[in-house]
């Protein structure tokens, strides 16, 4: 708040405040605020190949198996938590446990949402993590963001049900994500009619900014120079974008299943890209980012695959086919996360030593375990970045321990040190040990 009418005082517009709030040099009148810290929490649908995705044993990462090869470069910030199960039982399917129970590890509530042989049941009966850690930091005036947090989708149909959501309020309070970036950056850069608007509201500062830029150091004036470039670019990035899409023909839609449109790999990066951009100008230090919907059938004709992804995930080992499929589809989205990393490998922490990604936990993970057995046990939870202060470089396995305790680990993290987290019954034995 300070920050703000500090800005005010110099007869700075409104729209200039998301672009100069984060910057060192304008908190000289604030006391000292402790490590920043953030969340992205990345999903991807329908399981792993676990002889493709986990190392050979627990200890040091070494050579990553196939999946995670694009993650190399960034191991040993990488951690690793094998058997981690998602114990929630009760009502609904799964799926719908799976995708439902694994941000919020509690119980769905009675429903008439039909799935697979198992009971009906509605909407999860509590708060996501993501969700209770972005109430925890917007308590404190000095983690307060703009947003608190922000929910991506790329290729989510438009559909609400408990296969389609993972982030939720509080009890029966599912968060529906933002599949269009040009929404998005609509949401981001304040009320624009059109994305042409973007351009005249960056006309609109530039004054302002020349006039601040006088008052900041050299570092401030490089990265608030850097950010204005970025939404320029980022601007017509989504220009383009726009017209690519209507030089493709409409995506076939089967009433049961999503198919996803050719330019779902573009859009993936844009909302990357508008993600790294929001976090960078301190707009949210909590994010999600979900690909599809449990149970999805995308078909991902870029990668060479016209299979419905749930299919796949279906078939046998023995299929070979199949089994190549999969290993292309879980390498691209492996692919994905490494943009993310890099992006924020790539992008200094204003005000401290490092990047973005030395101040930010990045993590990946999925309703299953491995498609074709529909189990929650040995869920992929992998980790990236030292923002949780963890120790990395490794792979830990809790041989079957409730993922509810991890949930908690996170919380603690950020230092909001919660007795329990979820059901209960599943947080007996406290918190996992990260350090």
């Not at 302002?208 to 990265?223: C, F, N, T, V």
């Amino acid at each position: 708040m300070i920050r703000r009418k500090f800005l005010r005082d110099f007869g700075l517009s409104a729209a200039s405040l998301p672009f100069l709030t984060g910057l060192p040099s304008l908190q000289a009148a604030e006391t000292v605020a402790p490590r920043k810290q953030r969340l992205i929490i990345m999903f991807s649908p329908n399981g792993t190949l676990p002889s493709q995705f986990w190392p050979d044993q627990p200890g040091p990462l070494t050579t990553l198996k196939p999946i995670l090869k694009s993650l190399e470069p960034f191991k040993d910030k990488m951690l690793m938590l094998k058997g981690l199960g998602n114990r929630i039982g009760g009502d609904g399917d799964g799926h719908m446990r799976g995708m439902s129970c694994l941000l919020t590890g509690i119980e769905l509530l009675p429903g008439n949402i039909q799935g697979g042989s198992d009971t009906p049941a509605g909407w999860a009966n509590g708060i996501s993590i993501d969700q209770e850690l972005k109430n925890f930091l917007q308590k404190d005036p000095v983690t307060r963001t703009r947003f608190g947090s922000l929910e991506f989708g790329v290729a989510v149909p438009d559909r609400a049900d408990p296969w389609t959501r993972m982030v939720y309020a509080g009890s029966n309070k599912p968060v529906a994500p933002i599949n269009d970036p040009y929404q998005m950056l609509q949401k981001l850069y304040g009320q624009l009619k059109d994305r042409s608007t973007l351009i005249d509201v960056l006309d609109d500062v530039r004054d302002d900014l020349k006039e601040i830029s006088k008052k900041i150091s050299r570092e401030d004036q490089r990265a608030l120079k850097d950010h204005m470039e970025l939404v320029r670019a980022m601007e017509g990035d989504l220009t383009r974008a726009g017209d690519q899409k209507l030089e493709h023909p409409e995506p076939e839609l089967d009433p049961n299943i999503e198919l996803v449109n050719d330019n779902t790999p573009e859009i993936s990066r844009m909302q990357i890209d508008l993600l790294v951009n929001a976090m960078a100008n301190n707009m949210t230090r909590v994010a999600t980012l979900q690909f599809m919907r449990s149970v999805g059938q995308a078909r991902m004709r870029w990668l060479e695959v016209e299979d419905g992804h749930h299919s796949l995930s279906h078939e046998p080992d023995k299929n070979a086919d199949a089994q190549k499929k999969l290993l292309r589809i879980n390498t691209w989205f492996a692919e994905e996360l490494a943009y993310l990393t890099k992006k924020l490998a790539d992008t200094p922490e204003l005000g401290a030593e490092g990047s973005m990604l030395d101040h930010t936990t990045i993590i990946w993970t999925n309703e299953l375990g491995k498609g074709n057995t529909h189990t929650r046990e040995n869920i992929p939870f992998l980790m990236l970045g030292n923002g949780a202060g963890f120790k990395m470089g490794r792979c830990v396995d809790f041989k079957g321990v409730s993922h509810n305790r991890f949930l908690m680990s996170l919380a603690h993290s950020f230092g909001h040190e919660l007795k329990s987290f979820g059901s209960e019954k599943h947080c007996a034995d406290g918190v996992l040990e990260l350090g």
